[in-house]
């Protein structure tokens, strides 16, 4: 990806998410972008969900793909320093993925 890559709102990207604590997604792993570009040009910071193969029906999962598994964990918000973890985009979902994760997320937030 080149150096002026900034990234937007529905990008899957991977990062490194370590050091976690807890029940929190660690090491090198997708997540899905939910702030926009200007956003995140200017702050230097994106908020984003961690993405897992480990698909276990949780009701805050957003399914991607089934085979191979892929599902989005909306209720595991971050704010992160995306040129601190080396972001690279791979790919980005569409407008019906990032609405149910932004659905998700506003039922737990209550918005």
Same mark, same amino acid.
Request: hydrophobic share 40%; proline share 7%; with cysteine.
């Given at each position: #990806?080149?150096?002026s890559?900034?990234?937007?709102?529905?990008? @899957?990207?991977?990062?490194?998410?370590? /050091?976690q *604590?807890?029940?929190?997604?660690?090491?090198?792993?997708p997540?899905?972008?939910?702030?926009?570009?200007?956003?995140?040009?200017r702050?230097?910071?994106?908020?984003?969900?961690? #993405?897992?193969t480990?698909?276990?029906?949780?009701?805050?999962? @957003?399914?991607?793909?089934?085979n191979? /598994?892929? *599902?989005?964990?909306s209720?595991?918000?971050?704010?992160?320093d995306?040129?601190?973890?080396?972001?690279?985009?791979?790919?980005?979902?569409?407008?019906?993925?990032?609405?149910?994760?932004?659905?998700?997320?506003?039922?737990?937030?209550?918005t």
């Amino acid at each position: #990806m080149a150096r002026s890559y900034v990234p937007a709102m529905g990008d @899957v990207v991977w990062l490194e998410f370590s /050091p976690q *604590a807890g029940h929190e997604q660690a090491g090198h792993r997708p997540a899905l972008v939910l702030s926009p570009a200007s956003y995140n040009r200017r702050t230097g910071m994106m908020i984003c969900c961690p #993405m897992t193969t480990q698909i276990k029906g949780y009701p805050f999962e @957003v399914i991607v793909s089934k085979n191979p /598994p892929c *599902a989005i964990l909306s209720d595991q918000v971050k704010s992160l320093d995306w040129r601190a973890r080396r972001t690279k985009r791979k790919t980005s979902v569409g407008a019906e993925i990032l609405d149910e994760v932004r659905g998700k997320l506003g039922a737990l937030i209550g918005t």
